[in-house]
């Protein structure tokens, strides 16, 4: 089938984003491409299965078998089959497919193509395809500062992994990234979120944190392949909730109950929390800017990151970056020459993706941040010349004593030194 031929290509590009996408455009008619992505890129669709050890033993690639397994796909869907049943189900179905067919049937399944196209591209491609998924975003607090009105709420930034947990009406849910990937593993969290009282049908925003960010990461495997030590590793993370809001209110993209109130939604909702596996957020309200800085030293000292300030009135937009929510995190400015630039990569490609820059104490920092568009191209073409150049750049303050620092931000080429 052309789908499936379709896929075997863009899979064969690895990295390149710009042939993927001239291939999708080139296809964008295909009916059958459009539904793996929407079935796989939909991310209200949960199909709560895993395989293991499944031989494929059909020959031959099949429309038939394509029809049969989105029905499939729709009865786990739907919950009309669960548990043994949809196991014995699935299997015999993979049982009946040919290699290729169960290559990528597993990937929709798991809802992980493994191709690098990221669900933005596919709207691209096709605009009404899926439904938006995104989460409140924060702009810079310096950018905003002369205009805050008071009293505004503060809270420490943890330096974790943001995610959501969505919970239907039955209390299921499952743990989502910024980037909308989704994690299963983290059922000992949606676990203790479905006791709290009103949980069903809510969505929880926060921070996923370890006792170090060294310990924080995300699974890489499903929960009952994981060694003993990664196990361990998922298990000491807690959930750190921040926000909380109706998940119809979430799907329509816009929640206007004020921050304040969904603020205390939270507080009453924790008051009955048994479990240590979800914290909330410490938060307090400040009057005026002294006492607003006054919060961000006393976070620094405790170990925090950052601050986040948050308009008592502001709503929550996902997929919004606006002035409700505001960063702020320490800052400082560095300088050194310009050894090496290196290419970009997916949208990036065929011009700058990277300086590398070294100091004067001999480490070096990669600068991939803070280029328009057009300096990219510019600087790319003049990659011969630039070398050599100092390069002034800010870089977070936890990273300055690092060995490398890795992710400095561009501010400019010292043209007097």
Known sequence: M??????????????????????????????????????????KRTYGIRLYDVEPRGKTVSKKRWRRFRRILGLLRYRVITGNKAKKIVEKFFRSCSELEAKWYDRIIQRDLRIGIAATSVS????????????????????????????????????????????????????????AYEYDQYEFIVEA????????????????????????????????????????????????????LDSELFDEGECRVPMLCRRDTLQQMMEHNESDVVQILPQTVVDNEEQLFTFFDNALKEGYEGIMVKRLTGWYTPGARNSDWLKFK?????EGKLVKLL?????????????????????EA??????????RKRFWKRRKSLKGKTVEFVVQKEEIEVAVIRHGRFKCFREDK
């Open 124 to 179: 691209r491609i096709w605009p009404d395809l899926l439904p938006t998924w995104g989460v409140q975003l924060a702009e810079t607090l310096m950018n905003h500062l002369t205009h805050l009105e008071y009293p505004i709420a503060v809270e420490p930034k943890l330096d974790g992994i943001r995610m959501t947990f969505v919970l239907d009406g039955k209390g299921r849910g499952v743990g989502r990234t910024r980037k």
């Open 193 to 244: 979120l479905r006791k709290l009282p009103g949980s069903a049908g809510k969505v929880f925003d926060g921070e996923l944190r370890a006792d170090s960010w060294n310990s924080t990461s995300l699974p890489k495997k499903p929960i009952e392949l994981l060694s003993k030590k990664a196990r361990e590793k998922l298990f000491s993370q807690k959930f750190y909730i921040f926000d909380v």
């Open 366 to 375: 990669r600068v991939g941040t803070g280029f328009t568009d057009s300096q």
């Open 330 to 334: 320490p800052t400082e400015t560095r």
């Open 343 to 363: 290419p970009g990569k997916g949208r990036n490609e065929g011009r700058l993706g990277s300086f590398l820059v070294r100091l004067e104490d001999g480490r």
């Open 2 to 43: 052309l789908f499936l031929e379709i896929l075997e290509e863009l899979e064969s590009y690895g990295t390149k984003r710009k042939p993927k996408m001239t291939l999708l455009k080139a296809n964008k008619d295909v009916s059958e491409i459009q539904k793996v992505f929407q079935l796989c890129y939909d991310w």
